[in-house]
């Protein structure tokens, strides 16, 4: 509408950026986090034995909130990079539409097939549970919801398309939008902007992912309906975690766009994209797309070389994002003169979290290690810690950057940043704790020893979805004006 | 001290740093200074910390590559056999009880969906786990250190019962009866 | 407005072909449920019987006997080859095991569709199942235009194996006491025949 | 001119596939058959499809989704075990099949690629690739010969060809992606021709607003 609107008043579309969808996407994100951290939190109250929860609704809630979180982390951060991306490319909105449509659909199919069907597989679906239930579901529930999956993965295929068309037709290439030819051809020529590089990344492995989804979604669905197409087991969670494992880690490379844009702004320092900038993102963009093996550690029947590969790989994966990335953020506040507020702070602790929740994902992906701690509550130790401190709080900072009308002029305190982020740790921790004290991840019902992990857990995330609260609270208070001046 | 323990603390030293090297950040960041110098050394310090990570740690990560529970069956002379079948929502062995401080070979499959493997000591603490998948037999090869039961638990998301789906496995002194 | 209006274009005709699209695939596969000729050939026989053509069935002893000789009872038919190393030995056994089920008004034919198969082999097929004329017979037809107009109306398709056998769509066949093919099962469904059977008379 | 030369190059390669020989040698296994005389036939209207595009297809990208749909519709109509059976059973149904996948598949298809955007064209082929693999899986994993008129080792090899087709063409596509590529150049030229008579929209720098890819241009 926003387009059309411009389109009638005779092109300020330039100027418009798609901002109204940015809004919607932002609303939208920040509605579900919420809803999404609640239903976390009754998992986690019935873990605690606080709340009573039948395991059947309790593994609902598991595969809505996994499926969830990856969806909407993956709409907000599209948010981030859409407004940020279109400044430096020209983007048409309508892509932004036609996604967001799909979302809501495939969102209404997942919740139907859920809490109506009974499907709950867990986010990743693995073959054959989706179609062998022990009677739980049916398998009309596993089609609905794998359909609704496949519309969301539909609308984000032509987002991705979109930006790749504008980033083709702006730099020449994806190849110049991840700076190739400052990297390899010793071209003079300007580099990429950060945002640009961020893009370019995000739009081949996504792409990707979405590709090798779509492809055992609908093998996954065949066989739903036809159980003579039987799928190696082993070969379906190839795919689900190349799928799976890149498009959550595209998500916070969508919303590392906040960093790259807001903090030179804020600090008056420029982010410019150096050799080695290019490099480390030339770098991840490969290692994502290959690490995903060490989802399969305890695949014994996997070929020894891809353990290898999985181990080493996830390693030198983190050089980029610990030496690179979160050094040039450090670089950039550093004795700037920067008065914390905020936005900044929500910035900085980003930052930290994803550096941070790099960590525990490397140790946990040596194969030694993995054999002690895969799929116990490490696991979601990790990515929450990358999620909820690095993502969300870019998402967040973003949220109020437009809040803000995009003033980054430092005003008020910060206090409820340092108190998401002290909630946040205090969560994360008790994760990583249960991941050290082995209790298996994904259990509806927890041994008595647990407890304590978990009541600790319980009472962290509250903290943390009282403040997330506050964040989208000032967000959406601020919505109706924002529309009306989109 | 455990593999457990020994990941926490690892983990825990390195969030701590880094939370010590944002801390000192934003303590400092208020008396601003020149940009590019700044940036130089900057540079200079990713360099450091990148050759660093290439020099110490790529070694380390390989060098713990020579621990791979992916041992195969020739590895291991005359092992103790348990073939584990598992099934939605129970376990099955073909012998419950083996001899401690000799490898145990444990050929494990799934008659329907996945499963996981998980083997945890008297105490509680995980000592071993591997994959149980359908049409696919993955051999672990693991040597109990201590007699005593050994909880076996479900590591893979299987459903309804999936933290139900118990099982125990007894471990007697080395050198006792051989089952 | 006009972008508007070219969007919109595109849009209806997207639509458009989309359920053009649908309707083409849907009615190539019967709505989804034939998407082999073997699926389209069962359901068009379960919604149309087909009456077989006439044709002279010869038998190991040399009788020749009209296929429409078997009228006025049902009859279960199979179409093999005697030197068949396997999807004729299933279709065999199955007959095996349908000769003790099935009622004695029924009778049961195993037709031959090599042309090399003289009436030793076809004795050979008949020996090794333990087939006896009249309740089974085992047969060739001679004349090759019968033979093929018979596969062709019962739409058996029979295909070189390049090792000098035949690869063939098995099934077993029922024909009605009115000489019309009726319904068509897998080799192994003896007891969707058995039912169905039982269900006629009933 | 370079449309006609397009034009008899197809023209060639649809008589190519049908010349009697050809023909015969193509029909008698199945991956040939799909995998060859499929692509020749297809490629053959395509050709003249595009061509026809480039003379004929000014302001109506509109039809360019709709194309393609249909194109890919008609080429897996012909893909049905069910379609690939009786078009060796039947004559007419194989003289039904060679016209259609000329002039109902190819030339729909090469119509719609060439006023595809390329946003539609990366659409087209992200489906392109999953479907093709999903088809190649099902011809390996299914426990029945699905064509009477073929040996079940030919359905194998071309689920196992259309597995690698699928991988080929996903590399391809990213490859093309990185470069940059001819295919942007053609979709730019071409929309610079249509921004540039004053039939165009006034706000004709907003060039990259007009795209007639018909995912990208649908108005909310």
Known sequence: MAEAQAAATGGTAAMDRGRTWVVLYLATTGVVILLMMVFGLLMRLAQSEWIVLDPAVFYQLLTVHGIGMVGIAALGGIAILWHFLSAHVPLRSAALAINLVLFLVGVVMILWAVFIGGFAPAWTFLYPLPAISGGVWEPWAGVLDLTGVLLIGVGFLILCL???????????????????????????????????????????????????????????????????????????????????????????????????????????????????????????????????????????????WTMVLGQVLSYVNSFPVL????????????????????????????????????????????????????????????????????LLPMIFAFMIHLARDEDVTARGGDLTAILYLLFGLGFVAM???????????????????????????????????????????????????????? | MTVQT?????????????????????????????????????????????????????????????????????????????????????????????????????????????????????????VAQVQAMPGYINVMTHTFEAAGDYRVLCLEYCGLAHHAMESVITVTAAGGSNG | MAEGGRGRLAGAATAAAAAAALALLAGGTAGGRAFTAEAARRLDIAAAPRALPEVVLGDPTGALVPLSAYRGHPLVME????????????????FERLDTLLPAGVALLSVSFDPADDTERLGWFADRHGARPPRWRVAAIADPAAREALLARAGVVVIPDGAGGFVHNAALYLVDGAGRLVAVFDPEDTEGVRAALAADAG | MRARTQAAIGAGLVLLALLPPVAGRLEARLPLQVLGQYPLLVAGGALAGAALARRHGRGAGWSAAAALLAGAAVLGFWMIPRWIDAAVALPSVRTLRALSLVLAAGLPLGWGWALAGPVLRGFALANAVPMLAVTGWILLVVPARLCNSFLVEDQRLLGRLQLALALAILVAAVLRALAGGPAQGAATDRRMRRASPPIASPQAPRATNTSPSGIGSRKP
Not at chain 1, 356 to 380: E, F, K, Q, R
Not at chain 1, 438 to 446: C, E, G, I, K, Y
Request: aromatic residues 12%; contains cysteine; charged residues 10%.
């Open chain 1, 431 to 486: 994760f990583l704790m249960g991941g050290w004290a082995s209790v298996p991840r994904r259990w509806a019902v927890h041994m008595p020893e647990w407890l304590v992990w978990d009541r600790i857990a319980t009472v962290m995330a509250a903290g943390v979805i009282v403040l997330a609260g506050v964040f989208v609270a000032i967000f959406l208070a601020r919505i109706p004006r924002l529309l009306r001046h989109g």
């Open chain 3, 79 to 94: 179409f093999v080859y005697a030197t068949c190393p396997d999807l004729c030995l299933t279709l065999g056994t199955a």
């Open chain 1, 323 to 390: 030496a690179v990335t979160g050094l040039g953020a450090l670089a950039i506040v550093h004795r700037s003169g920067i008065r914390w507020d905020l936005v900044s702070t929500l910035l900085l602790i980003a930052m930290f979290g994803w550096m941070a929740g790099v960590i525990p994902a490397v140790v946990d992906a040596t194969v030694s290690v993995n054999y002690v701690m895969h799929n116990t509550l490490w696991v979601p130790g990790h990515f929450h810690f990358y999620l909820l401190l690095g």
């Open chain 1, 162 to 304: 979109e930006m790749g068309r504008a980033i083709v037709a702006s730099q020449g290439g994806l190849g110049r939008g991840l700076g190739w030819h400052v990297l390899f051809g010793g071209s003079t020529d300007k580099p990429p902007a950060p945002t640009v590089v961020a893009g370019t990344m995000v739009v081949i492995v996504t792409t990707l992912a979405l590709v090798a989804g779509a492809t055992i979604v609908v093998m996954t669905i065949l066989n739903l309906l036809f159980p003579s197409l039987a799928i190696d087991p082993l070969f379906a969670k190839n795919m689900i975690y190349f799928f799976g494992h890149v498009f959550i880690n595209a998500t916070i490379y969508m919303g590392v766009a906040a960093v790259y844009e807001l903090l030179p702004r804020i600090t008056g320092r420029p982010w410019k994209a150096s050799r080695v900038f290019l490099g480390a993102w030339t770098l991840s963009t490969t290692m994502v797309l290959i690490i995903f093996p060490h989802h399969l550690l305890m695949d014994f029947a996997m070929p020894r």
């Open chain 2, 6 to 126: 020994l990941s926490l603390l690892v983990s825990l030293a390195a969030i701590v740093a880094l939370a010590a090297v944002f801390l000192r950040v934003r303590a400092l960041s208020h008396t601003p200074v020149d940009y590019p110098p700044l940036l130089a050394r900057a540079y200079r310090l990713g360099r450091i910390a990148l050759w660093t990570m290439v020099v110490v740690g790529l070694p380390v990560t390989v060098w713990l590559l020579r621990y791979m529970p992916h041992t195969t069956a020739a590895a291991v002379a005359d092992p103790q056999v348990v073939n584990v079948s598992s099934t939605q929502w129970f376990w099955e062995f073909d012998r419950e009880s083996v001899e401690a401080s000799k490898p145990v070979e444990f050929h494990v499959t799934s008659t329907d969906v996945n499963h996981g493997f998980g083997l945890y000591d008297p105490s509680g603490r995980m």
